[in-house]
Nanobody, 126 residues
């Protein structure tokens, strides 16, 4: 089970931190990813972190602004989002995909993930 939280309304240039709490599976055997879906658009991969070795992935659109991290003691992954833009407005979802080593082969693809959490709304006003 994955529980996403931390969304909200923020002005452009502001920051939010999303959390994804995992339970019911061995956290260290999975990579945890964040996806987002804006109205009328497809769900897109934003970032991913491997619980095995800490390898990370970022979509080009968020590089330098978003930072993903994990707390193994809490089985929780965080997405720190800085310098938010109106185009970051979306429902954000976290997901887990099993890995043997490193990251998923394609961390940006929905098909790579086994478990999904409910979404959390992020709205960035201009």
């Amino acid at each position: 089970q994955l529980q996403a939280s931390g969304g909200g309304l923020v002005q452009a240039g502001g920051s939010l931190r999303l959390s994804c709490a995992a339970s019911g599976f061995t956290f260290d055997d999975y990579a945890i990813g964040w996806f987002r879906q804006a109205p009328g658009k497809e769900r897109e991969g934003v970032s991913c972190i491997s619980s095995r070795d800490g390898s990370t992935y970022y979509a080009d659109s968020v590089k330098g602004r978003f930072t993903i991290s994990s707390d193994h003691a809490k089985n929780t992954v965080y997405l720190q989002m800085n310098s938010l833009k109106p185009e970051d407005t979306a429902v954000y979802y976290c997901a887990a995909g099993s890995v043997v080593a490193g990251l998923l082969r394609r961390p940006d693809l929905i098909q790579e993930y086994d478990y999904w959490g409910q979404g959390t709304q992020v709205t960035v006003s201009s």
